[in-house]
T-cell receptor, first 115, second 115 residues
Framework: ETGVTQSPTHLIKTRGQQVTLRCSSQ?????VSWYQQALGQGPQFIFQ???????GRGNFPPRFSGLQFPNYSSELNVNALELDDSALYLC??????????????FGPGTRLTVL | AQSVTQLDSQVPVFEEAPVELRCNYS??????LFWYVQYPNQGLQLLLK??????LVKGINGFEAEFNKSQTSFHLRKPSVHISDTAEYFC?????????????FGKGTLLTVNP
């Protein structure tokens, strides 16, 4: 069984640039959630994708967007990067069945630094 | 909306001593409860979860937690810690009301086990 993988591991961007982070879900999972973890804080929910559509969103501006592909992998895109976007971005996959959802399993994260 | 309070930001203990990491939550509806562990420069690993049934939940690495509905608490315990337990621990809740089961995390407790 393959776990959740994320790429790249680390990324450095400058303010105003755009970035794309990638996530491959655990085998058998159909749902992907993204979280932002600022230094010294707990993760905060950005959004979730299920059946290639956004299924809930946290308190993040529209410049944070995402995609889910037919193989259930996902991308997180952030436009017009700001210094405060520097954080660890975590992807979690889970299996949603019949209105219920199982536990979320996390990947190792992508460390984004915005200069 | 739900919230999670981890009452201690740092807990130092000696090896082989018992430890309790405290977590209180606030929610107007039923929730699922989780503890995750994060080792330095890594993602989150699930320690244990409470979905329903017995209020005493056993997890990996000898950890256990007890759900107390009247006190809205979900404290994590281990009777004898090891150096390798040094890590950040996060308590999280998942709202059963919505369809995305997003996780709301506390700010974390840094457990440091000293020899």
């Amino acid at each position: 069984e393959t776990g959740v993988t994320q790429s790249p591991t680390h990324l450095i961007k400058t303010r105003g640039q755009q970035v794309t982070l990638r996530c491959s879900s655990q085998s058998g999972h159909n749902t992907v959630s993204w979280y932002q973890q600022a230094l010294g804080q707990g993760p905060q929910f950005i959004f979730q994708y299920y059946r290639e559509e956004e299924n809930g969103r946290g308190n993040f501006p529209p410049r944070f967007s995402g995609l889910q592909f037919p193989n259930y992998s996902s991308e997180l895109n952030v436009n017009a990067l700001e210094l405060d976007d520097s954080a660890l971005y975590l992807c979690a996959s889970s299996l949603k069945l019949a209105g219920a959802t199982d536990t979320q399993y996390f990947g190792p994260g992508t460390r984004l630094t915005v200069l | 909306a739900q919230s999670v309070t981890q009452l201690d930001s740092q807990v130092p203990v000696f090896e082989e001593a018992p430890v309790e990491l405290r977590c209180n939550y606030s929610s107007s509806v039923s929730v699922y409860l989780f503890w995750y562990v994060q080792y330095p420069n890594q993602g989150l690993q699930l320690l244990l979860k409470y979905l329903s049934g017995s209020t005493l939940v056993k997890g990996i690495n000898g950890f256990e937690a007890e759900f107390n509905k009247s006190q809205t608490s979900f404290h994590l315990r281990k009777p004898s810690v090891h150096i390798s337990d040094t890590a950040e621990y996060f308590c999280a809740v998942s709202d059963l009301r919505g369809s995305n089961y997003k996780l709301t995390f506390g700010k974390g407790t840094l457990l440091t086990v000293n020899p």
